[in-house]
């Protein structure tokens, strides 16, 4: 059982993201946006992030680049789950300490998988 942060603005895709890894077996904490999610992880920890790359107030990418200040999120994996498919989105979300890229709408197995990969 690992200890997620799962972050995006949508209630309702919050709701399914958490709904799935508590599925799973994880500990799942919600953020709305990416200053909601910072905030947290100022004093928290977790295993693995999951985000959202388009919200209001601090998208993914400038998340995971303030999480990899962080000293306790420098290796602490961390997935974009997003609408997102452009080559170029993907590079710049690698560039700044993305682990992986899930697409929306995701399988619920493959989001477990892929979670149960970055944290072997």
Same mark, same amino acid.
């Given at each position: ?9 949508? /209630? ?43 919200? /209001? ?19 602490? /994996? ?26 929306? /709408? ?15």
């Amino acid at each position: 059982m690992a200890k997620i942060l799962a972050v995006d603005d949508s /209630p309702s895709m919050r709701k399914l993201v958490s709904m799935t890894l508590r599925h799973g077996g994880h500990d799942v904490i919600t953020a709305d946006d990416g200053v909601d999610a910072l905030e947290f992880a100022k004093n928290e920890s977790v295993n693995i992030v999951v985000t959202d790359l388009h919200m /209001p107030n601090m998208n993914g990418i400038a998340l995971v680049r303030e999480l990899r200040n962080l000293e306790h999120y420098k290796y602490i /994996p961390i997935l974009f789950l997003t609408t997102e498919t452009s080559i170029e989105m993907k590079k710049e979300g690698k560039s700044v300490g993305a682990t992986g890229w899930i697409v929306k /709408p995701f399988n619920s197995e493959k989001l477990l998988e892929t979670v149960a990969k970055v944290l072997a």
